[in-house]
């Protein structure tokens, strides 16, 4: 059962449902695959933890390195 849901953040601040992955490493490489604009923030949120992350596409290279 995948528990962490990934949304897009419009820039009225409003939220759009992605999808959803199985862990934190397959969502991160949900929001590259979709290649919006490096300032396109992302919500990746883990309904089991109920943890929140923050992301913006120009910050993912960070995030998939460690």
Same mark, same amino acid.
């Given at each position: 059962?995948? $528990?962490?849901? /990934? ?14 992955? %199985? =862990?934190?490493?397959? $969502?991160?490489? /949900?929001?590259?695959?979709l290649?919006?604009?490096?300032s ?5 949120? %883990? =309904? ?19």
């Amino acid at each position: 059962m995948d $528990a962490i849901d /990934v949304f897009r953040v419009r820039p009225d601040g409003s939220i759009v449902w992605i999808g959803s992955a %199985d =862990s934190l490493p397959t $969502a991160l490489k /949900v929001i590259k695959a979709l290649k919006g604009d490096p300032s396109d923030a992302f919500l990746i949120h %883990d =309904s089991q933890r109920n943890n929140t992350l923050t992301v913006r596409a120009d910050e993912l290279a960070t995030f998939l390195t460690h």
